[in-house]
């Protein structure tokens, strides 16, 4: 089910030449304005303000500060043992981004006037937001107004604005009204779970105070116990003004400065806003707040704000240098850049937080942390700001205690589990089959501390924070796993979720096994390391932890043993023990209007009885985890779980990316690179006012890098395998790894290698090893890349459907279920013909009845379905040779004559009389018909039973089917699929063909065998 997106990259249209470093949105929508004020938010990690308009009427305009957040309790009717028992909420913080006008006594109100021109725009080079009006008043004045705000990287408590306004025919008094807005309440709960609170307490006004010097507000929080200061100061640089009235208000404090203005003269002040807190549990301690936020000002007013934009500058240089991004298409890059530059500026840089769902620029989730976190973000960060990828994994040892309470609360004697979602390191979700059942976090974050050491070669990280976070949590494991004598001693692990939250308390979810598996297996094999390489600093750390030999061996033995199945009928890895046993979910709950999940129309349990992923789950583990399977086993996982994934998350898009560029499919690579490149941007999911979408912004990223790079981690190193996009003719991007800087060109001529920063650097191309010393380049060859047919073996058979392929007996079908449903009253509506293609009769005759206004019993049914059978058979009756679709028995005589086996899969169970009249029967090896197999199709058994009969694998199969349901089946089968019909109903189909009389069996001859990946590799 891929994704719908608003509109083809192509087709978005853009004012003038697009300028891949700024993101330039022109004219008035106050429809759009929420989701603007998110994607112009500034941030430097601790510090995250909006992008509002100071004029005011900003109703969702916020500044938020990472380190403070409210502790509100969780209320339940039934509470249990080990229930979270209160959740942190980062709440809004006063806001410093207000100067009201006022032209003589009139304040002005630009919701009254008329907006002659506006823009606003993000530089990325310069980190700096900037908008522009023209603004008409009710009475004919006309004014300019330029506005420029950044949060500087470099001083975590500062926003430096500066604020002009030139008359265009304006003369008169003008007054800049500029104040702090301490009465901002967080969003309150609603129906959508992923915004709002409920809040108990919140911040409340302290104390406030203004002079001509400075203004300040103090806050406190009822229960987290965290005050903050919020101060500002002014500089006027241009114009005639004077300080005015200074005084505390109701929200907060203002300052005014007063002048006047005539055509063509303008005002101009420099604000800076500083910010000082307290860490929780001290807001008492909040004496040196004041001095802190004002010694904040002391800084930003000596530099100006010219100067500090000139710093920020340079800190964002140092950054893009190491991501070295550029493509042709630019506004592909500039989307790129836009992603990155919201990631970098809204994560955590002193350890005590780490990036939050929706970063710094809006109220969703909370400001909670997640598993993405680990799992999509710090890989897209580790190559090109190592050191922001360290501190996320400080944040996670800061609460590694937490981690560890949390593992008692959840009955675990020993270990540490990491909370769902959190800020403080506490649970903070009350639904725990979907919350604290996702054990799988603590994997992502051993994952991640892995990564980051292959990536940065920090041994110092590893032996001060990361082996106690990989020890400790993977302790875990061996509580919540067994050894099962009902699966040959293999290690299970039950009642968890996955990271596909509509299957939830399932057992052995694949995903978490496998990295169940990697976790415990980097587990020993760092116990080793440190045993071998410091063995002081490990003796140390066990005997703090109370480590020994038998239980690292005891890791070791698990991960050898996890239960990691193939589903012996469709060749896939099953996502859960339960997840194949389920039906699909059916087209009437799929359908909806807008952009509405699953998750807020049907109840959970609805959704848990259904064969159907929110997200990527089984893939994402061969994505993070997949280097000792196949392609062609990627592939088949690929075909199938695609076609049961609704992408109700936006964390889905870029794994089905990186996955499809993998498998050969580059059509679909790049149409999901698209979906999660632009999901903010186009609002794809609807929810962008909330804030933007950090994980699926990463995941752009690791869509390039990943996906059309092919970048994977092999034995500590880089291994890259590029491909170029077809409607790219140069992409370009950059690697930091320990300490080196490997750039990556691609174009239609090869891949260019160039080490731009180090002494010497190994890595592979196309699974090959290279080395480079300091300042070489070598250019390569594009690597082959999987072809899409899923042939991985010479042709041995040919499966044809019947209706539609060989024979249309699609209008006796149609005939027939007309006849019934006028018998019994119910409407056959235009195009239920082709829903009813190459489904069961019982599956049919409940299309049919979904409107028929009462319900059926089972024996109804049954009766129905026979009379439906009889009418159709009567036709067939009279059938003949005559009746065959033109050329089919001729393709099914040439597949014959290569010495092919024949073999027929049709939904239909008079199939073997309708061969009979139609005088081919003897020329199939083998029939199956719907009589014969429980499933129908999408569902790949039909085509895996013929295979099966025939004596052939299923990847030596080529299916050839009508309908879009049958393509599916036979992709999920893992055979080759030729569709005969209209091209856009079976786009997923290898080959479309107008008719079977067009089926040329030799352009499959060459297909080649396929090297598994679990081949031999050479080592670096």
């Known amino acids: 089910m891929p994704i719908s997106a608003i509109a083809p990259l192509a087709e978005i249209p853009s004012i003038g030449k697009c300028d891949p470093w700024v993101l330039r949105r022109p004219g008035v929508d106050p429809a759009t304005f929420a989701q603007e004020e998110s994607l112009f938010a500034v941030a430097n990690g601790a510090l995250g303000v909006r992008g509002g308009l100071e004029e005011g009427g900003n109703h969702s305009q916020r500044t938020f500060l990472a380190g403070v957040w409210e502790r509100s309790p969780i209320h339940y009717h039934e509470r249990f043992s080990g229930f979270a028992r209160h959740t942190d909420t980062r709440v809004p913080v006063a806001d410093g981004t207000a100067i009201r006008l006022r032209l003589g006594d009139t304040l002005v109100d630009l919701a009254h006037g008329e907006w002659l021109d506006f823009a ?159 860490d929780p549990g001290e807001g008492a301690a909040s004496a040196h707040l004041h001095a802190m936020a004002e010694a904040v000002l002391d800084r930003a007013g000596a530099m100006g704000f010219p100067a500090l934009l000139a710093l920020q500058a340079g800190t964002l240089e140092r950054f893009w240098d190491e991501v070295d991004l550029g493509c042709d298409d630019a506004l592909v890059e500039q989307s790129l850049r836009f992603n990155l530059f919201h990631l970098y500026q809204s994560s955590g840089r002193d350890g005590r937080g780490s990036t939050a769902a929706k970063g710094l620029t809006g109220e969703g989730y909370e400001g909670h942390y997640f598993w993405d976190t680990e799992a999509f973000m710090l890989p897209a960060l580790a190559p090109a700001a190592p050191e922001i990828a360290r501190n996320m994994l400080a944040y996670r040892y800061r609460t590694l205690d937490r981690a560890r309470a949390h593992a008692r609360e959840m009955d675990h004697a020993t270990g540490a589990l990491y909370a769902w979602r959190t800020i403080s390191g506490d649970e903070c979700s009350s639904y725990f089959p979907s919350g604290s059942a996702q054990y799988h976090i603590n994997a992502a974050v051993a994952w991640a501390v892995r990564h980051y050491w292959d990536v940065s070669g920090d041994d110092s990280f590893m032996l001060d924070e990361g082996a106690e976070i990989l020890f400790e949590t993977a302790r875990v494991w061996r509580d919540v796993g067994h050894f099962s004598d009902r699966r040959d001693g293999a290690f299970c692990i039950h009642e968890v979720t996955g990271p596909d939250e509509y299957s939830a308390l399932v057992n052995n979810n694949f995903y978490t096994n496998r990295m169940a598996q990697r976790h415990l297996a980097d587990a020993a094999g760092t116990a080793r390391w440190m045993a071998q390489e410091h063995p002081a600093r490990f003796d140390a750390l066990a005997a703090r932890l109370d480590l020994d030999d038998v239980e690292v061996a005891q890791w070791r033995h698990a991960a050898a043993m996890m239960y990691l199945p193939t589903d012996p009928a469709l060749d896939i890895y099953p996502q859960d023990d339960g997840f194949l046993d389920k039906p699909r979910l059916p087209a009437n709950l799929q359908d909806a209007t807008g952009k509405q999940p699953l998750l807020l129309r049907l109840h959970p349990l609805t959704i848990y009885r259904y064969q159907v992923c929110k997200q990527a789950d089984a893939l994402l583990a061969l994505m993070l985890a997949g280097e000792h399977v196949g392609v062609a086993a990627k592939r088949r996982n690929f075909d199938y779980y ?203 005759l409940d299309i049919l009845l979904e409107n028929a206004g009462r319900a059926f019993s089972m024996e109804e049914k049954f009766a129905l379905a026979e009379r439906k059978n009889d009418y159709y058979k009567a036709q067939v009756q009279v059938m003949g040779p005559h009746d065959l679709l033109p050329g089919a028995r001729q393709a099914i005589e040439a597949a014959r004559r290569q010495g092919l086996k024949v073999g027929l899969a049709s939904a239909s169970r008079n199939a073997p009389l309708l061969l009979d009249r139609l005088g ?27 295979a099966n009969a025939l004596g052939v694998d299923p990847q030596e199969c080529l299916g050839v089917e009508d309908a879009a349901a049958g393509i599916a089946s036979i992709l999920a089968a893992g055979m080759a699929a030729v569709g005969i019909g209209q091209p856009h109903v079976l786009a997923d189909a290898h080959v479309v063909l107008s008719s079977v009389a067009e089926l040329d069996l030799s352009f499959i001859k060459h297909i080649r065998r396929e090297e598994s990946a679990m081949s031999a590799t050479p080592a670096i």
């Open 120 to 278: 606003r725009e993000l530089d990325m080079r310069r980190g700096a937001f900037r908008r522009t009006l023209r603004w008409r008043s009710a009475s004919g004045q006309r004014l300019d107004i330029v506005a420029e705000r950044l949060a500087a990287l470099d001083e975590p408590g500062l926003l430096a604005m500066r604020y002009q306004v030139i008359s265009v025919d304006y003369t008169g008094p003008i007054t800049l009204e500029s104040s702090i807005d301490a009465g901002k309440a967080p969003v309150e709960q609603g129906d959508d779970p992923r915004i709002g609170a409920q809040i108990e307490g919140g911040l409340h006004l302290v104390a406030a105070h203004a002079d001509e010097r400075s203004a300040w507000v103090m806050q406190r929080t009822t229960h987290s116990d965290i005050s903050l200061v919020c101060a500002q100061r002014h500089r006027v640089i241009e114009g005639d003004l004077a300080i005015g009235a200074c005084m505390p208000t109701a929200r907060g404090v203002v300052q005014a400065f007063n002048g006047t203005l005539g055509p063509g003269q303008g005002v101009s002040i420099e604000k800076n806003v500083g910010y000082a807190w307290t």
């Open 642 to 844: 695609e076609s049961v994934t609704v992408h109700d998350s936006t964390l889905s898009a870029s794994t089905f990316a990186v996955m499809a560029a993998e498998v050969g499919y580059a059509d679909k690579a790049y149409d999901y690179f698209l979906d999660t490149l632009r999901v903010d941007l186009d609002d794809l999911h609807g929810n962008a006012a909330h804030g933007v979408h950090m994980a699926a912004m990463a995941g752009s990223q690791l869509a390039l890098t990943w996906g059309f790079g092919g970048l994977r981690v092999r034995h500590g190193k880089p291994w890259l395998a590029p491909q170029l996009p077809q409607a790219w003719n140069y992409y370009r991007f950059g690697l930091h790894w320990q300490g080196c800087h490997l750039r990556v060109e691609v174009d239609a001529s090869g891949v260019l290698y160039t080490l731009t920063r180090g002494e010497r650097l190994a890595f592979a191309h196309g699974g090959v090893p290279q080395i480079l010393e300091a300042g070489q380049s070598v250019r390569l060859a594009l690597p082959a890349q999987p072809a899409p047919p899923a042939l991985a073996r010479p042709l041995k058979a040919v499966i044809f459907d019947l209706d539609g392929v060989i024979a249309d007996t699609a209008v006796v079908h149609d005939a027939a279920w007309k006849r019934l449903a006028g018998e019994i009253g119910v409407s056959f509506g235009e195009g239920l013909g082709e829903r009813l293609k190459g489904v069961d009769r019982m599956g049919s």
């Open 920 to 946: 081919i029967a003897t020329l199939f090896d083998h029939v199956v018909d719907a009589g014969l197999i429980g499933n129908s199709k999408p569902h790949p058994e039909i085509f895996l039973s013929a």
